[in-house]
Structure formats: structure tokens, C-alpha cells
């Protein structure tokens, strides 16, 4: 159990990360990583700890959340902590919006490549692995999508009524 302990605080931010970046919603990224955190500790028990199969299971959970409840999750409270400067909490919170909201106008593959490739620690094997492509084509779809996303937020393209409930 120690070895799933340091395990789970290796992931847990790189997961979280991901999986904010995937719904843009706090706590559906909470849930999902707690689920994906139990599903793996009741399967693979005893087996040498493995990231590339955790984000399996966590990109798993996502699409089942995402087939039962629809694509648009919407960004509620978020728990960026305002402390010290406030103006600088606000244009902070403001930017971080402004990339969930651009990263929400991509499609459903190229945010989960994208955010994948974000994660610290994924190698383009490990991401390969996880999507079930090549490394050549993660590499080329993560470059495409990062030159589609630049132009999403050069262009101020964001769908703001995301965040206006």
C-alpha cells in the first residue's frame, strides 16, 4: 500500500492537471480522478506502478462521464486562491478561463492529445500508448493542435457564455 501511496502523490496534480484541461470543471476533474485512482487500486494492486495506465483508466472514466451527460461541462467556481494581490489573482483567473474556453473549441481528440502532451511527466510514448497512435503521429497531432489553439486565442475566439452561469 506504501508503493500506491507515493504512487498517488506522483499523479495526483499531473492527473488533476489533465483532467482540468479536458472538462473545465473543478470538481468533475476531482471526481473523475478520485474514481480513476480507486479503479486503479482495485485492479492492479500489487503490479508495478504504471502513469501511462492511470491516465488510461482516467481518459476511460472521462468519456463515460462524457457519454452519459453530454460534451459541454461548464466551469463552475473554480478554487483559484485570490490571496495576496488581487489583481493579479483576477488577471490570472481570467487568462486560465480564457484557455479552458479555447480549449473547449477544440475537438474532443485534440484537447485529449493536448492535454495529455501538458501533462509533465507523459513522454510522446506514453501518450501514444494511452491513444492508441504512433509517437510520429502524436507529435505531429499535438504541434497542429497547439498552432490551432494559438489561433483560437490570437483570435479571442473563446466561447465566454461557458463561464456565465
Do not use: C
Not at 21 to 40: K, N, P, V, W
Not at 78 to 91: H, R
Amino acid at each position: 500500500m506504501e508503493k500506491f501511496g507515493s504512487f498517488y502523490q506522483d499523479y495526483k496534480k499531473m492527473l488533476f492537471a489533465y483532467l482540468m484541461r479536458m472538462t473545465g470543471d473543478y470538481y468533475l476533474a476531482s471526481d473523475i480522478m478520485q474514481e480513476s485512482f480507486t479503479r486503479y487500486l482495485e485492479r492492479y494492486t500489487g503490479q508495478i506502478p504504471n502513469g501511462a495506465l492511470l491516465f488510461t483508466i482516467a481518459r476511460n472514466a472521462l468519456w463515460d462521464h462524457s457519454r452519459t451527460q453530454g460534451r459541454n461541462a461548464r466551469l463552475k467556481d473554480d478554487p483559484i486562491d485570490g490571496a495576496g494581490n488581487q489583481e493579479y489573482g483576477l488577471m490570472v483567473k481570467q487568462e486560465y478561463r480564457q484557455v479552458i474556453a479555447a480549449m473547449q473549441r477544440l475537438k474532443d481528440n485534440e484537447r485529449d492529445i493536448l492535454a495529455l502532451a501538458i501533462s509533465d511527466g507523459l513522454s510522446y510514448r506514453d501518450i501514444a500508448s494511452i491513444v492508441g497512435i504512433s509517437v510520429e503521429n502524436v507529435k505531429v497531432k499535438v504541434h497542429r493542435t497547439r498552432l490551432k489553439l494559438k489561433k483560437i486565442l490570437n483570435r479571442g475566439e473563446t466561447n465566454h457564455e461557458l463561464f456565465d452561469q
